[in-house]
């Protein structure tokens, strides 16, 4: 009976073992192509902008 157990048992962990990642989630992705963006500087040169509303950051072009 002890041997069933412990065959019962290492199914178990092998079967835990074998499960597929779950899919990353892209809302971020999404939000930041739906966003209607409000550019503010981030550093004090003012290079470097954020969206204040979903945080997608860029380069000022001059």
């Known amino acids: 009976m ?3 157990e ?3 048992k290492w199914l178990n962990k092998r ?3 074998e499960t597929k990642p779950e899919k990353p ?3 971020e992705v999404d939000e930041a192509l739906t966003c209607e963006h409000n550019f503010m500087p981030v550093d004090s040169t003012g290079n470097v902008l954020a969206c204040t509303k979903c945080g997608f950051v860029v ?3 001059e």
Request: net charge positive; proline share 0%; glycine share 0%.
């Open 6 to 8: 412990l065959f019962i």
């Open 25 to 27: 989630d892209y809302t």
């Open 2 to 4: 002890y041997i069933f």
């Open 15 to 17: 079967s835990t073992k």
């Open 59 to 61: 380069n000022k072009i």
